[in-house]
């Protein structure tokens, strides 16, 4: 039997009928990783036992992949940088407790790009993930090894963590679903603290179901967490299949040097929504290109900040060991940071971060969802990205203003370029409502002409 | 070709202050780096701002307080504490003297 063509939450079903056992599970995926892992280097640890607390509660033994920036107890957790190379963290991070207290199991620890600095994984310090689609092709990033992970069957399912697109961005190039939920809706205890006031950790998985499922699992308020949210959760998957008329606002300022085989991709999922019964509006939302300023201001600063730690005393080699983004982003943020440049550039850009957050406030009163294109091309070829200076802005165009928010966002797949690379299509949400946005996001993957399952025909 | 915003002792100053070592190499590229993303980020004065609050945090909460006691759970144990370092002595972390 093809486990890897089933969904998480299809596999546990088997597992709950007594067709399979978990062990059984989980040595299938481990034998798929020895298979493909070196043609697609996402895997940079996979520890030699399934680590597990129990195989009761909802996951049913069923291990899962970690991006690498998630600290799990006693196996090596590097962010991708060689100054973790050795790091084995003595705790695990809140979202790795929930998954074993929910009788998960980790399978191992993907890549990414060095300290999630990044949109492609070429940043890790580890080698470059490969997009199964395209072997010459990057998979997106910084969470590029969680979606590989996911799109080419060496996992049920995922978690990665996103910044500002770096959930939705690989799982738009890799074509797996992708949610990053609204800030401080899952703990970040735990995660290598990257941008503190941005980072989302969220599931990275083939369905919309499956990410509801996790989401269930992953979401909550943590003592740990000062920011996580103490609203209660929603069920997230019995919601899944309700049915509501909805209004779809969409900005032209999302479709703007946008590739066209994907504007055209984004503009059918729209048709089918209206052909659905929704009804959709135009909108209009301030041009992301600020939000791109903000984030390149406030996260660099919050990077300066966390990477301060690393001084190779308590933990991790020497300051030496950073490769040449992370010394970028921590010394732009130091100027930034520094006394006479403070009020130009840090507080204006919590100014205009507050302007961010009214202007989706102001659009909610009109729309329930937003859709536009997860990014602006389709996935580029390795090495590619060095030709633009401003390549991951660029990339991430598109998805900063919902980080810059702390909105919720999911992107889907809704089809394939003329080439054969995977588009995706992203739905924001309101606060806290990332109920609506997998409502929306689950009724669409059953009807925009994309398969995960046909890739897997090439990794058999 | 504008004005330079940063020059190579910015860079190097930046750097000294960040405790980075760069190479002479690097130090060109850096410097062209940083100024394209210091000119990018200039599109923020198109907006107007000045009456606007500053937004510190986006988690829309206040004030998250806990009883002042420690969490033992939370705690770890000096040899977990210690397991990662590279310069270690008896039961502590090993570093350079600063004073003399």
């Known amino acids: ?460 | 070709m504008s004005k330079r915003l940063l020059n190579n002792d910015d860079v190097l100053k930046l750097a000294r202050l960040a405790q980075l070592s760069l190479s002479d190499e690097e130090l060109d590229g850096y410097r062209k780096q940083l100024d394209e993303s210091l000119r990018y980020v200039e599109n923020l004065n198109e907006l107007s701002i000045k009456k606007l609050d500053r937004t510190l945090n986006i988690s829309r909460l206040e004030n998250i307080d806990r009883e002042d006691v420690a969490d033992s759970k939370r705690a770890l144990p000096q040899n977990s504490a210690l397991q990662n370092a590279s310069n270690k002595k008896k039961h502590y972390f090993f570093v350079q003297r600063i004073l003399k």
């Open chain 1, 1 to 460: 039997m093809k486990l890897h063509e089933l969904s998480l939450i299809e596999l546990i079903d088997f597992i709950e009928k007594k067709k399979i056992s978990s062990s059984e599970v989980n040595n299938y995926f481990s034998k798929r990783i020895e298979r493909y892992n070196k043609k697609l280097n996402v895997y940079l640890t996979v520890p030699d036992e399934t680590h597990q607390s129990s195989k009761e509660g909802a996951l049913k033994g069923v291990g899962l992949a970690f991006k690498d920036n998630i600290s799990t107890k006693d196996i090596r957790t590097t962010a991708s940088s060689k100054v973790l190379d050795n790091y084995i963290p003595p705790y695990n991070a809140t979202i790795v407790e929930k998954i074993l207290a929910s009788g998960g199991a980790i399978l191992g620890k993907t890549n990414m790009d060095a300290w999630a600095h990044g949109s492609s994984t070429e940043t890790s310090d580890y080698g470059t993930t490969r997009n199964p689609y395209d072997l010459d092709r990057v998979p997106g990033g910084s969470s590029g090894g969680s979606a590989v992970a996911v799109a080419s069957g060496l996992v049920p399912a995922a978690i990665g963590t996103e910044t500002a697109e770096s959930i939705r961005q690989p799982a738009a190039w890799s074509g797996v679903v992708g949610l990053k939920p609204s800030y401080g809706r899952v703990s970040r205890y735990g995660i290598i603290a990257m941008g503190s006031s941005w980072d989302c950790p969220g599931p990275m998985t083939h369905t919309v179901e499956d990410a509801a499922f996790l989401l269930e699992i992953l979401a909550g308020q943590d003592p740990y967490d000062a920011t996580s949210s103490p609203t209660p959760i929603d069920s997230y998957r019995n919601n899944l299949s309700e049915k509501k008329k909805l209004t779809i606002g969409y900005s032209l300022e999302y479709f703007k040097d946008v590739d066209q085989e994907i504007r055209n991709a984004v503009m059918n999922t729209i048709d089918l929504l209206k052909k659905n019964g929704h009804s959709v509006k135009e909108i209009s939302l301030m041009n992301p290109k600020y939000a791109v300023s903000v984030y390149m201001i406030l996260q660099r600063s919050e990077v300066s900040s966390n990477l301060s730690r690393y001084d190779g005393i308590r933990f991790g080699n020497p300051r030496s060991y950073f490769a040449s983004e992370a010394k970028r982003r921590i010394m732009l943020g130091t100027y930034a940071l520094s006394h006479g440049y403070y009020d130009q550039f840090y507080k204006k850009a919590e100014k205009v971060r507050g302007m961010i957050v009214d202007d989706f406030n102001k659009v909610f009163e009109q729309v329930d969802v937003i859709i536009a294109p997860t990014t602006p091309i389709p996935a580029m070829k390795i090495g590619e990205s060095e030709k633009y200076p401003f390549y991951g802005e660029i990339m991430d165009i598109l998805g900063e203003p919902v980080s810059a928010a702390g909105i919720p966002a999911l992107s889907i797949p809704c089809g394939l370029t003329t080439t054969g690379l995977p588009i995706g299509v992203q739905i924001m949400g309101k606060y806290l409502d990332e109920s609506t946005v997998l409502n929306v996001g689950y009724e669409l993957e059953k009807e925009v002409p994309f398969s995960w399952k046909d890739i897997l025909k090439k990794y058999e």
